[in-house]
């Protein structure tokens, strides 16, 4: 079972997350769909797709459109379907969410009894 830690936007802000893994971000509580809608609209672009689009026209209430639009971008993903890692997993998506879990604890460390043993539980985790 891996830890929960919200990290939020700010957390999650100069990463450069896929839709699955900002799907699969969500579902272990580290962003809310706030932090996903913000994300979203930080990346529009001119050559977004309307499902793009669309996700930047939600509002944080509209769960139900968030989760189904979200779960249509992760399926035009060339990559499959990211789930909890297993021991020593190579996916680059899952190092990538280690890294931001791990420089969370980092930067908020003054908040952790135990920052070390923080960190040690998110390598066993991951």
């Known amino acids: 079972m891996l830890s929960t830690y919200y990290i939020g936007y700010e957390g999650i802000r100069e990463s450069a997350l896929t839709w ?3 799907r699969w971000g969500h579902a272990q509580g580290y962003i809310s769909r706030a932090d996903i809608l913000r994300y979203a609209s930080d ?8 499902l793009e689009y669309e ?11 968030i989760d189904g639009i979200l ?8 990559s499959p379907e990211l789930t909890d890692p297993e021991p020593g997993s190579t996916d680059p998506r899952h190092t990538l969410w280690l890294y931001l879990l791990l420089k969370h ?3 908020h460390r003054k908040n952790f009894d135990d920052p ?6 998110l390598h066993a985790d991951f």
Do not use: M, N
């Not at 996700?55 to 459109?65: A, D, I, S």
């Not at 779960?71 to 060339?78: M, P, Q, S, V």
């Open 20 to 22: 699955q893994g900002l």
């Open 43 to 50: 990346r529009l672009k001119e050559d977004s797709s309307d």
């Open 55 to 65: 996700l930047y026209q939600c509002k944080p209430e509209h769960t139900y459109r």
């Open 71 to 78: 779960a249509e971008l992760a399926r035009h993903e060339d």
């Open 105 to 107: 604890v980092y930067e």
């Open 116 to 121: 070390l043993g923080e960190v040690e539980i």
